[in-house]
């Protein structure tokens, strides 16, 4: 079993035929078809890589502003348990009269 293609027929050393040469000038079906997968993969996946990461640039930094509301939040919240804390532990001052 021979296997011939055009891939296999352009890699196989020919005697030079100028004749020849002039008159097969076309560019192989594979190396074409090749091409324009190329093409076509990278017109489609680097879009799509693109979007990839700027939706992950964006959920972090919208991960960082809500993680920061919530420290800002919990301070919040301890600043007040502490002070209602600190009211409830004071003494309460009654004043006397003198009659």
């Known amino acids: 079993m021979v296997w011939r293609g055009s ?4 890699m196989v050393n020919k005697p030079t035929d ?17 091409l324009i997968s190329m093409v076509l993969t990278l017109a489609i996946a680097l879009p799509l890589i693109g979007l990839a990461i700027m939706d992950a640039n964006n959920a972090t930094n919208a991960a960082i502003v809500e ?3 919530m420290r800002r939040i919990r301070n919040l919240m301890l600043r007040e348990l502490q ?6 532990s004071e003494p309460i ?7």
């Open 7 to 10: 891939v296999r027929d352009t």
């Open 83 to 88: 002070e209602d804390k600190n009211a409830k």
């Open 18 to 34: 100028n004749a020849k040469d002039e008159q097969d000038d076309n560019i192989p079906w594979v190396l074409l078809i090749c």
């Open 93 to 99: 001052e009654t004043t006397t009269t003198n009659k």
């Open 67 to 69: 993680i920061d509301r």
